[in-house]
């Protein structure tokens, strides 16, 4: 099961999007037990979960813990893989840290998702805002240069 740590704003956003996919998934509180975590802009929470993604255009109480270094915001950006670029149209946070770079920042190669190993499992950090994000494409919509 998916576990979501999420601010009380988001609540409604991220329940549309899981019952569109029809995943199985809860709201995260302290101490239940799941196999992956989704983490938005959330406050401490205990993390126990085998992966985790974590999303934030900002600096949070995640990184300090994790070590993960970041770097100054932009407005938006273009992430690249090796497959692959994405266009973010919401701020996106730098993360020059030691954890595996998985998408760059296409103009100036910096990392924007990266991976890092911990004793508990895989933290996967994206720089970028998922609700943010998710607003974006569902209100206005994607340039149809990037459809």
């Known amino acids: 099961m998916i576990g979501v740590a999420c601010a009380p704003d988001e609540r409604v956003l991220i329940a549309e999007l899981f019952q569109l996919f029809k995943t199985p998934w809860c709201f995260l509180e302290d101490g239940h037990e799941v196999d992956a975590i989704i983490a938005t802009d959330c406050g401490p929470i205990e993390l126990r979960a085998r992966v985790v993604l974590a999303f934030a255009a900002r600096r949070t ?7 993960i270094a970041t770097g100054e915001p ?10 692959d670029s994405i266009p973010i149209h919401g701020s996106v946070l730098p993360l020059p840290s ?5 998408a760059r920042l296409a103009d100036t190669g910096e990392p ?4 890092v190993m911990q004793p508990q499992g895989v933290l996967v950090r994206f720089g970028y805002d998922l609700v943010a994000e ?4 569902l209100g206005p919509g994607q340039d149809a240069t990037r459809s």
């Open 134 to 137: 998710l607003r974006a494409l």
């Open 61 to 67: 109480w995640l990184d300090d813990s994790a070590g």
């Open 74 to 83: 932009r407005s938006s950006g273009l992430l690249a893989t090796a497959q």
């Open 112 to 115: 924007a998702v990266v991976e």
């Open 98 to 102: 030691d954890g595996a770079p998985l």
